[in-house]
C-alpha cells in the first residue's frame, strides 16, 4: 500500500523516512557564483556583487572561488549529515519550492546537484568557510 | 563701361548664385530695401525661385520632383504631390509608418506622406542615422537582443530626433553594460589575447593579467584590489564567452571578484546560455 502510494506520488521518500543521502561535486564555478533554487521558478536575485550571498523567495545566489583559481567543493544533503566542521553558516531562510526540487546552477544554467524534497516550502542553511572566494559549500535542506 | 542688359545680368546672377541662395534672404527682407531697386528686383527674383508651396511632379514620372505650375494632374490636389506641409497631428492609437529611409534620398516616407526634406534637414538626418547605425551595431554586439524604443514621429524633424534619441539610448546602453562587465570597461588598459573561451589559464596567463591588474586595476571599476584570497584578478574575457555567439576574437582583462559576480548576476539573468 505505501508503495502504491508512494509510485502515485502521494507520499515521498521522506514520509517513509529513508534518509537523503549528502551529495558532493567539485566544479569550476563561472563568474564565482551558484544558484540554489526551485527547478520551475526563476526568479533570480539582483547580484549587485557586495557581500556574498543575494536572494529572492525561491533563489539565493552564493559567492564561491573563481574558476581560475579552482573547483569549489559543493555538497547538498540533510540536516542529520552535517559535517562536524561546517565552517560559517551564510544563509539559513525558508525557500518556496513549488516543484519539490531544488537545483543548484551556475549563471550558465547549467545543472550542477539538485534534490527532491517534500514540501512547497523548505528551510535551506548554507555554510562556507567565511571567505567571498570559499572553496567550499555546503547546502543542507530541511 | 556700357550698361549690362537685364537679361544678360539675370543670366550672370543664376550663373553665379547658390542654388540655395533663398536659405539667406530674410523672411523680412522688404524692411530693409527700397521698393523698386534693382536690389529689391534681385531679392524677388532669388524668393521666387523657391517656394515650398510650389507644387511638384510626382514621384513616377520622367521630371518627378521638379517644380511645376499648378493644375491639372500635377497640381495639389494629386494626392502624390510632395509638400513640406506640415501633416496632420498623430492620433493615439493610430497606426503610423516607423520604417526609416534606406540610402540618402532628399525625401522621407512618413505618416503615410512623403515629406521633403531641406539640404540642412538631409545633411542632418545622415549624420543622425550613422551615429545611430553606429552605436546600436556597438551594443549588439554585446547584446544581441537589444533594440532601441521603437518612436512615433510625423515631420521630418521628429524622424531626425528619432535617430538623435536611438543614438543616445544606445550609448546609455553601452555605458550600463559596462558597468556590470560586458565589454572592455572604462578603466580598461593592457589586455592580453585569449586562447580562445577556454578558460584553462596557463601560469604566464596569470602572472601577465596580474601585472596589468596591479598597474591598471580592475577593467571594469579600476580598483587596484582583485578582492580574492589569493591576491588573483579573475582573468575576464572581452566580448564574453556568454554574449560571444559569432567567436570573435577575444582578449583577457584583469577583474575584481565584485565585478565578476556582478557579471555573472547580468549574465544569468539575460538567461544566456552557452
Known amino acids: 500500500m505505501f ?58 545566489a552564493v559567492s564561491c572561488m573563481p574558476d581560475s583559481d579552482g573547483p569549489t567543493e559543493i555538497k547538498i ?66 | 563701361m556700357p550698361p549690362i542688359p537685364p537679361a544678360a545680368f539675370a543670366h550672370e546672377c543664376d550663373r553665379f548664385l547658390r542654388h540655395d541662395a533663398h536659405r539667406f534672404l530674410r523672411s523680412d527682407w522688404r524692411r530693409f530695401v527700397l521698393p523698386g531697386s534693382e536690389l529689391a528686383a534681385h531679392y524677388a527674383r532669388i524668393e521666387r525661385k523657391y517656394s515650398s508651396d510650389q507644387p511638384r511632379v510626382p514621384a513616377g514620372s520622367s521630371d518627378g520632383g521638379q517644380w511645376t505650375s499648378a493644375g491639372g494632374s500635377s497640381g495639389r490636389n494629386d494626392p502624390r504631390v510632395l509638400s513640406d506641409a506640415t501633416p496632420d497631428p498623430i492620433r493615439p ?16 516616407f512618413v505618416n503615410g506622406q512623403l515629406l521633403e526634406l531641406t539640404p540642412a534637414q538631409a545633411a542632418r538626418l545622415t549624420v543622425a542615422e550613422t551615429q545611430a547605425r553606429d552605436a546600436v551595431r556597438r551594443v549588439q554586439e554585446l547584446d544581441p537582443s537589444w533594440k532601441p524604443e521603437p518612436s512615433l514621429f510625423a515631420t521630418a524633424e521628429g524622424y531626425i530626433a528619432a ?81 560571444n555567439p559569432l567567436n570573435r576574437i577575444q582578449r583577457l582583462y584583469p577583474q575584481c571578484l565584485t565585478c565578476s559576480l556582478r557579471q555573472g548576476g547580468w549574465i544569468s539573468t539575460r538567461g544566456v546560455k552557452k
Not at chain 1, 563561472?30 to 536572494?55: C, E, M, Q
Not at chain 2, 492609437?93 to 522621407?108: D, E, F, K, L, P
Not at chain 2, 577556454?198 to 571599476?221: K, L, M, P, W, Y
Request: glycine letters at 10%.
Open chain 1, 3 to 60: 508503495d502504491m502510494q508512494l509510485k502515485a506520488g502521494r507520499v515521498d521518500q521522506y514520509a517513509r523516512g529513508e534518509e537523503m543521502t549528502m551529495v558532493a561535486a567539485h566544479v569550476r564555478v563561472l563568474n564565482s557564483l551558484l544558484f540554489i533554487r526551485d527547478a520551475y521558478i526563476k526568479t533570480l536575485p539582483l547580484v549587485d556583487g557586495n557581500g556574498a550571498v543575494w536572494s529572492t523567495p525561491s533563489c539565493v
Open chain 1, 77 to 142: 544533503g540533510a540536516s542529520s549529515e552535517l559535517p562536524g566542521n561546517r565552517g560559517k553558516l551564510l544563509f539559513d531562510a525558508q525557500l518556496e519550492t513549488p516543484s519539490r526540487r531544488i537545483i543548484v546552477e551556475t549563471v550558465l544554467a547549467k545543472n550542477v546537484l539538485e534534490r527532491d524534497v517534500s514540501n512547497t516550502v523548505t528551510r535551506v542553511r548554507i555554510w562556507t568557510n567565511g571567505l567571498r572566494d570559499t572553496n567550499k559549500v555546503i547546502i543542507v535542506i530541511g
Open chain 2, 163 to 243: 535617430y538623435q534619441a536611438d543614438a543616445q539610448e544606445a550609448s546609455a546602453r553601452l555605458s550600463e553594460l559596462q558597468r556590470v562587465g560586458i565589454g572592455p570597461g572604462s578603466f580598461a588598459g593592457k589586455s592580453i589575447p585569449a586562447r580562445g573561451p577556454e578558460r584553462d589559464f596557463t601560469a604566464e596567463e596569470r602572472r601577465a593579467i596580474n601585472s596589468i591588474g596591479v598597474e591598471s586595476g580592475c577593467h571594469t571599476c579600476g580598483i587596484k584590489e582583485p578582492g580574492t584570497a589569493g591576491g588573483n584578478f579573475v582573468p575576464d574575457h572581452q566580448p564574453p564567452n556568454a554574449v
Open chain 2, 93 to 108: 492609437g493610430a497606426q503610423y509608418a516607423q520604417n526609416r529611409r534606406r540610402g540618402g534620398s532628399g525625401t522621407v
